[in-house]
């Protein structure tokens, strides 16, 4: 994602129902629509594609597009009673993955991922990626390369891996371009419990050095009206300053369990899936995250996803009410301040008995996800999408 790229595990498993129908080869079409509470609107594309190669080897494709704001408009004039639209712009990233810099009228955001992956006589799995994503002022490379090895029957499978973002970034109070260079480092351990549950662990560390703001807002210091502060050369107001590095560690635990009968009947054939993150930096923001899904088969050929997610963080501590131009860093940006994000979602996926050819696709599944997201700081947003599932 453009700005700030947030550390996640990306050793999470995905464990729900055992979707038979859907093949080892597939075409995913995927699109959203984004709606914050100011007038900002994201407008999102994905195509995915996965094929076996070989019984040891899998490649994949992805392509990602994101139409922010695509009408050219900046959203309402009025702010809103507890945010404004600088908030509402900054959590484009939380909400959307898009980017959070969008400070000034429409940006579109592209995105493509290739990798391979091959297994290694059972031996060990190795998974490589590459990510390149570009918008008109921040660009990213990243580079990816994952390591599994299951043991004990296959019960148990650990994971390692390592990726570098190399970013340029070009905001748009910034005079010149400046880079930004983060390295991650992951490892996850799952273990099968029983045949019907999963646990998950993990853990993963970034540092990231260089130029650590967006260079997409200013800074009101020494009783500047922040309302005011709309260029570099209005007196009082000043670029966001943030330290040269920021250390980041989370620490995540899951588990997934798939009912046969249970609660006269209420939980045939379903599964749970609860996970929780604490995350820490060495900019003092702290955070915990909760998150609960529930998958049902409504019919042979409907499921049914709930999922509800809860955030809190701390905010970070050189984070004030109001600067002075003296102070060493200084900050206008929500992402860094104290709130609380709620997330609550609905998906439908229906399988088809027959699938329908297309071109020489099948088209597997049709999905359906409606979400609604808010936050503390007076934000919040619809989403929805649609998608199709293909195999070949």
Same mark, same amino acid.
């Not at 003092?284 to 529930?294: C, I, K, P, R």
């Not at 999922?307 to 102070?327: C, M």
């Given at each position: 994602?453009?700005?700030?790229?947030?550390?996640? +595990?990306?050793?999470?498993?995905?464990?729900?129902?055992?979707?038979?129908?859907?093949?080892?080869?597939?075409?995913?079409?995927?699109?959203?629509?984004?709606?914050?509470?100011?007038?900002?609107?994201?407008?999102?594309?994905?195509? !995915?594609?996965?094929?076996?190669?070989?019984?040891?080897? &899998?490649?994949?494709?992805?392509?990602?597009?994101?139409?922010?704001?695509?009408?050219?408009?900046?959203?309402?004039?009025?702010?809103?009673?507890?945010?404004?639209?600088?908030? %509402?712009?900054?959590?484009?990233?939380?909400?959307?993955?898009? !980017?959070?810099?969008?400070?000034?009228?429409?940006?579109?955001?592209? @995105?493509?991922?290739?990798?391979?992956?091959?297994?290694?006589? =059972?031996?060990?799995?190795?998974?490589?990626?590459?990510?390149?994503?570009?918008?008109?002022?921040?660009?990213?490379?990243?580079?990816?390369?994952?390591?599994?090895?299951?043991?004990?029957?296959?019960?148990? &499978?650990?994971?390692?891996?390592? %990726?570098?973002?190399?970013?340029?970034?070009?905001?748009?109070?910034?005079? =010149?371009?400046?880079?930004?260079?983060?390295?991650?480092?992951?490892?996850?351990?799952?273990?099968?419990?029983?045949?019907?549950?999963? #646990?998950?662990?993990?853990?993963?560390? !970034?540092?990231?050095?260089?130029?650590?703001?967006?260079?997409?807002?200013?800074?009101?210091?020494?009783?500047?009206?922040?309302?005011?502060?709309?260029?570099?050369?209005?007196?009082?107001?000043? #670029?966001?300053?943030?330290?040269?590095?920021?250390?980041?560690?989370?620490?995540?635990?899951?588990?997934?369990?798939?009912?046969?009968?249970?609660?006269?009947?209420?939980?045939?054939?379903?599964?749970?899936?609860?996970?929780?993150?604490?995350?820490?930096?060495?900019?003092?923001?702290?955070?915990?995250?909760?998150?609960?899904?529930?998958?049902?088969? +409504?019919?042979?050929?409907?499921?049914?996803?709930?999922?509800?997610?809860?955030?809190?963080? %701390? @905010? #970070?501590?050189?984070?004030?009410? #109001?600067?002075?131009?003296?102070?060493?860093?200084? !900050?206008?940006?929500?992402?860094?301040?104290?709130?609380?994000?709620?997330?609550?979602?609905?998906?439908?996926?229906?399988?088809?008995?027959?699938?329908?050819?297309?071109?020489? +696709?099948?088209?597997?599944? +049709?999905?359906?996800?409606?979400?609604?997201?808010?936050?503390?700081?007076?934000?919040?947003?619809?989403?929805?999408?649609?998608?199709?599932?293909?195999?070949?």
């Amino acid at each position: 994602m453009g700005a700030i790229k947030r550390l996640i +595990l990306t050793s999470a498993i995905f464990f729900a129902l055992p979707l038979s129908a859907l093949a080892e080869d597939y075409a995913a079409v995927q699109g959203y629509m984004h709606s914050f509470n100011n007038g900002v609107s994201v407008y999102s594309g994905v195509f !995915s594609l996965n094929k076996d190669v070989s019984l040891n080897t &899998t490649i994949s494709l992805k392509y990602a597009i994101d139409l922010i704001n695509p009408d050219g408009e900046d959203g309402d004039d009025e702010d809103d009673e507890e945010g404004n639209e600088s908030d %509402s712009l900054s959590s484009v990233a939380a909400v959307s993955g898009a !980017s959070s810099a969008v400070n000034a009228g429409s940006d579109t955001r592209h @995105a493509f991922t290739i990798g391979a992956a091959h297994n290694f006589d =059972n031996v060990i799995a190795v998974e490589a990626y590459y990510d390149y994503s570009h918008e008109k002022d921040y660009s990213s490379s990243t580079p990816t390369l994952t390591l599994k090895k299951e043991l004990f029957e296959k019960n148990t &499978t650990l994971t390692a891996g390592y %990726s570098r973002n190399s970013d340029t970034i070009d905001g748009i109070f910034m005079p =010149n371009e400046e880079d930004r260079t983060t390295d991650n480092f992951f490892f996850g351990l799952t273990q099968v419990l029983s045949p019907v549950t999963v #646990a998950q662990f993990g853990y993963s560390h !970034s540092r990231a050095t260089g130029h650590l703001s967006e260079g997409i807002r200013l800074v009101a210091v020494d009783g500047t009206d922040a309302a005011t502060c709309t260029d570099l050369t209005i007196a009082g107001c000043i #670029a966001e300053a943030f330290p040269s590095e920021r250390k980041r560690n989370a620490y995540l635990a899951g588990v997934n369990h798939y009912f046969t009968e249970g609660l006269g009947g209420l939980l045939n054939r379903s599964a749970v899936k609860l996970t929780v993150r604490y995350y820490d930096d060495s900019w003092d923001v702290n955070s915990w995250m909760g998150e609960a899904e529930f998958y049902k088969y +409504l019919d042979e050929d409907l499921i049914m996803r709930l999922n509800y997610r809860y955030y809190t963080q %701390s @905010a #970070a501590f050189f984070v004030k009410d #109001a600067y002075v131009s003296g102070d060493q860093f200084k !900050s206008s940006s929500p992402q860094i301040e104290e709130k609380d994000t709620n997330l609550f979602g609905l998906k439908l996926i229906y399988l088809l008995d027959n699938p329908a050819n297309v071109w020489k +696709l099948a088209v597997n599944s +049709l999905e359906g996800k409606y979400e609604y997201y808010t936050e503390s700081i007076g934000v919040d947003a619809h989403i929805l999408m649609g998608g199709l599932r293909f195999s070949f």
